[in-house]
């Protein structure tokens, strides 16, 4: 049973306009969520994160929003550009409830064209 | 720091052989992990460490074994290897699971192939 769910594989944007990456989950008990964003042959990098305290958390260019009665997060990056172009993952973790695993979604590949 | 470290970069089993995935941080990190990453299935949790001489099993952890003696090494062994373990492996690593900020920082992977 998949607990973190991106069911969008890929997005593709032009630049400048606002890329939006989303993300649902169904264990109730995860209280902290990150993003990921993963070039070809690296390892993921940390983009953003919030905790299940805020519905909102920005960092320069992206903003991360949570609604938790509706499971879902959102990853915004305004502007786009060409160097964004990954693939994203969304992660969440249950951080008081005593499994120490982070769950990842598959992932969504983001295109943003010049 | 050199941050996550992981060697080697690439590898060609057979199937049977068997081989250690090394993983070293030096950030003093208590929290590990490995991950294994497939075409169309993001990123699987074999293993993890919160911290040294502690380890448990995540979500795909058939085929794996792994030890942490020290809090900077965390290696994963495969005993038999099986053309189903043909993946990119990353190992992470962070400051401590229940910190507020549960970064966890990646290595660059190790992409393995069973034949």
């Known amino acids: 049973d998949q607990q973190v769910k991106q069911n969008s594989p890929s997005l593709s944007v032009q630049e400048g306009r606002i890329s939006i990456l989303n993300c649902d989950y169904t264990n109730s008990m995860f209280d902290y969520f990150l993003w990921y964003k993963k070039y070809p042959a690296e390892g993921p990098t940390f983009l953003i994160s919030i905790s299940s305290i805020k519905d909102k958390n920005e960092d320069g260019r992206f903003t991360v929003f949570l609604n938790k009665s509706a499971k879902h997060l959102s990853l915004h990056i305004v502007p786009s550009q060409p160097g964004d172009s990954a693939v994203y993952f969304c992660?969440?973790?249950?951080?008081?409830?005593?499994?120490?695993?982070?769950?990842f979604g598959k992932g969504t590949k983001l295109t943003v064209n010049p | 720091n050199a941050g996550v470290t992981q060697t080697p970069k690439f590898q060609v089993l057979k199937t049977g052989q068997s081989m250690t995935l090394q993983c070293a941080q030096d950030?003093?990190?208590?929290?590990m992990s490995w991950y294994r990453q497939d075409p169309g299935m993001g990123l699987r949790l074999i293993h993890y460490?919160?911290?040294?001489?502690?380890?448990d099993q995540g979500e795909v952890p058939n085929g794996y074994n792994v030890s942490r003696s020290t809090t900077e090494d965390f290696p994963l062994r495969l005993l038999s290897a099986a053309p189903s373990q043909t993946s990119v492996y990353f190992c992470?690593?962070?400051?401590?699971?229940?910190?507020?900020?549960?970064?966890?920082?990646f290595g660059p992977g190790t992409r393995l192939t069973v034949l």
């Open positions: 460490s919160v911290g040294a001489g502690i380890t």
């Open positions: 992470a690593s962070s400051y401590e699971w229940t910190s507020t900020y549960n970064e966890q920082f």
């Open positions: 992660a969440a973790s249950d951080t008081q409830g005593g499994s120490e695993k982070l769950v």
């Open positions: 950030m003093n990190h208590e929290y």
